[in-house]
């Protein structure tokens, strides 16, 4: 049965990105097929993947936009083999346009699942990236998906609003767009080792969420090899295998199989 899993969260730069392609790796390196979905119009996953967005053709915004204007939507051209092994279904700029095209499309919440259902059954793993917002792009996702993981920088936790995202997955349960939708977990990013803060941080969120939602044991350090490696257009598995960040994302892969076998 194939997995499918969005990562989300509306704010910006908590790690959606560098998530997904790690996990994807990680993932992959455990003999999993698995498929990379940028579903951001900005393209960093898929240039974290190698490919130029402003390039790189058909992408999900041709088979989204196949599906909504009532074409076959032909999905399987844009699904390209990374170099690490996984598969990319990459995104481009003019993106951003299906998110206005889609509201005024029937069935406008599962546009993405539509497009995703012919292809879902050749991987175990389907990883959804996600843009920074709760628009329509990210309720499809959710309306897609089996489960998400909720990535959320250490120290933004106690911000206020901060897991608005929790809003979102209530109502596509509630408006039985996806009544079955779990939260796989948050998982802390970018934490900061030199202080105690992460810790501290982490048993916030545990006094506050930890009943109800799930938080990955796995603390993702803060480490420049991140940023490296999204540069070098590689996971961080593959750019420095060894490194404390790619073990901490197969450590994330351990636990997730764990979470949702
Ligand atoms: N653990 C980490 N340590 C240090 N830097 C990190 C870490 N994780 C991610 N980064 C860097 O932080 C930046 C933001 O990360 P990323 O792009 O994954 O966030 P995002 O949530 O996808 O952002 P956006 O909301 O814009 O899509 C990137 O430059 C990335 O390389
Ligand atoms: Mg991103």
Redesign the pocket.
């Given at each position: 049965m194939t997995q499918i899993i969005a990562v989300a969260?509306q704010?910006?730069?908590?790690?959606?990105?560098?998530?997904?392609v790690n996990l994807a790796a990680a993932l992959t390196e455990m003999g999993k097929r698995v498929l990379a979905v940028d579903l951001?119009p900005?393209g960093?996953?898929t240039q974290?993947c190698g490919f130029d967005p402003d390039r790189v053709s058909p992408t999900i915004y041709d088979a989204m936009k196949a599906e909504i204007e009532g074409y076959e939507n032909r999905v399987a051209a844009s699904i390209y083999p990374t170099a690490e092994s996984f598969h990319l279904l990459p995104s481009q700029p003019e993106l951003s346009m299906t998110e206005l095209a889609l509201i005024n499309t029937l069935s406008r919440e599962r546009v993405l699942w539509t497009v995703l259902e012919p292809i879902a059954g050749r991987y175990d793993y389907i990883l959804i990236?996600?843009?920074?917002s709760l628009g329509l792009l990210v309720v499809n996702a959710l309306t897609a998906a089996n489960s998400v993981i909720i990535?959320i920088q250490a120290e933004y936790l106690a911000a206020r609003g901060a897991l608005m995202i929790l809003s979102s997955i209530e109502t596509v349960r509630r408006k039985k767009l996806n009544p079955d939708l779990s939260i796989a977990g948050i998982l802390l990013?970018?934490?900061d080792t030199r202080t105690l803060l992460a810790q501290e941080v982490r048993e916030a969120v545990t006094a506050q969420y930890g009943n109800s939602i799930y938080i990955f044991e796995t603390l993702?350090?803060?480490?420049?090899?991140?940023?490296e490696?999204?540069a070098a257009g590689q996971s961080i598995l593959a750019y420095d295998s060894k490194s404390q960040?790619a073990d901490?994302y197969r450590q994330v892969a351990h636990e997730l199989l764990r979470r949702i076998r």
């Amino acid at each position: 049965m194939t997995q499918i899993i969005a990562v989300a969260m509306q704010k910006g730069g908590v790690g959606k990105t560098t998530t997904t392609v790690n996990l994807a790796a990680a993932l992959t390196e455990m003999g999993k097929r698995v498929l990379a979905v940028d579903l951001d119009p900005q393209g960093n996953l898929t240039q974290h993947c190698g490919f130029d967005p402003d390039r790189v053709s058909p992408t999900i915004y041709d088979a989204m936009k196949a599906e909504i204007e009532g074409y076959e939507n032909r999905v399987a051209a844009s699904i390209y083999p990374t170099a690490e092994s996984f598969h990319l279904l990459p995104s481009q700029p003019e993106l951003s346009m299906t998110e206005l095209a889609l509201i005024n499309t029937l069935s406008r919440e599962r546009v993405l699942w539509t497009v995703l259902e012919p292809i879902a059954g050749r991987y175990d793993y389907i990883l959804i990236d996600c843009n920074p917002s709760l628009g329509l792009l990210v309720v499809n996702a959710l309306t897609a998906a089996n489960s998400v993981i909720i990535p959320i920088q250490a120290e933004y936790l106690a911000a206020r609003g901060a897991l608005m995202i929790l809003s979102s997955i209530e109502t596509v349960r509630r408006k039985k767009l996806n009544p079955d939708l779990s939260i796989a977990g948050i998982l802390l990013t970018m934490a900061d080792t030199r202080t105690l803060l992460a810790q501290e941080v982490r048993e916030a969120v545990t006094a506050q969420y930890g009943n109800s939602i799930y938080i990955f044991e796995t603390l993702v350090r803060r480490s420049i090899r991140f940023a490296e490696s999204a540069a070098a257009g590689q996971s961080i598995l593959a750019y420095d295998s060894k490194s404390q960040g790619a073990d901490a994302y197969r450590q994330v892969a351990h636990e997730l199989l764990r979470r949702i076998r």
